[in-house]
């Protein structure tokens, strides 16, 4: 568990999309994919000829086995997938509308299931050396109507063939840390309040174990402790909160609810909200 510390839309060319003929539609605009790992972290995007399938990326880094992988834009997780000691191993695909999908493969774990809509920058697995690979590294695909184009990263092209480093901006200008990465392994956000723009509470839950979290995500003074609460009530029991200065987040606030109506809030500095009682089913 990971815990407190005290350009535009970019678009692919024709030559990658193919050229558009007359009678047929224009290509969707990509969505502005970013580098699949946490802000700050250079990778090598390594791309060479022979690659199966062909314009797909290896993304290498030293010490890579165990290293968070992000979604690379907002987008519904499509497959989830374990083939085991051959081809991709584990990996995941997000679909991200118009066509657009990624996917990311040789994981050592996965963190999403299929159907959980997650946002740019939510982790949804670790990178590793799962599947038919010489070492470990991120293998990565972006598709377009079925077909692996051209990789591009914050509106840079990838260079093909070669290897190029790339410093990920992925969820740069926001709070590195997901609720689902706080809550856990399970979790999926059911509710959220925005708290006029000095954070979001969060509300999720566990379907296997039926438990809801409330997380407190600051967006202001970031990497300064400042005060932060989360709260979670079941109905009928002592409310639990989470409070103190806080320099990302406050919480996870888990308690065991099922089918019991739950109360739940937090605050960033002045800013608050207190849900009703609801969520009852």
């Given amino acids: 568990m990971l815990r407190r510390i005290g350009s ?3 678009a692919l060319a024709l030559a990658t999309l193919g050229v558009v ?15 699949p790992f946490k802000c700050g972290v250079t ?44 081809s991709y191993g584990r990996w995941v695909e997000l679909d991200h509308g118009s066509g657009w999908r990624t996917r990311y493969a040789h994981l050592s774990t996965q ?10 920058g939510a982790k949804i697995g670790t990178a590793g050396a799962t ?28 260079p093909y063939y070669g290897k190029t480093p790339f410093t990920s901006k992925n969820n740069c200008s926001g709070n590195p840390y997901t609720p689902t990465e706080v809550c856990g392994s399970g979790y999926q956000v059911i509710d959220s309040a925005g708290l006029s723009g000095a954070g979001t509470v969060y509300l999720l839950y ?20 400042s005060p932060t609460s989360a709260f979670l009530e079941v109905q009928g029991k002592t409310r639990v909160t989470d409070t103190g200065n806080f320099t990302y987040y406050a919480g996870p606030v888990r308690q065991a609810a099922g089918a019991t109506c739950v109360k739940w809030g937090g605050s ?4 608050s909200y207190t849900s009703p009682f609801e969520h009852c089913a």
């Avoid at 047929?24 to 994919?33: D, H």
């Avoid at 077909?147 to 509106?155: Q, R, S, Y």
């Avoid at 566990?206 to 402790?225: E, F, I, Q, W």
């Fill in 8 to 10: 535009g839309v970019a």
């Fill in 21 to 35: 003929g007359l009678g047929q539609a224009p290509a969707s605009a990509a969505p502005n994919f970013q580098v």
């Fill in 43 to 86: 990778v090598t995007a390594a791309t060479f000829s022979g690659h199966n399938p062909p314009n797909s990326v290896d993304f290498q880094k030293d010490g890579i086995t165990g290293m968070p992988v992000l979604a690379s834009a907002a987008g519904t997780v499509t497959r989830v997938e374990n083939e085991g000691n051959t």
């Fill in 111 to 120: 963190t999403v299931k299929v159907g959980q809509k997650v946002s740019r």
């Fill in 131 to 158: 599947g038919g690979v010489t070492g470990p590294h991120l293998h990565y695909e972006q598709r377009h109507n079925g077909t692996v184009v051209k990789a591009v990263l914050d509106g840079v092209a990838v």
């Fill in 206 to 225: 566990n379907s296997s174990n039926r438990y809801n979290c409330v997380v407190t995500l600051k967006a202001t003074s970031l990497g300064t402790a």
């Fill in 268 to 271: 960033v500095g002045s800013k």
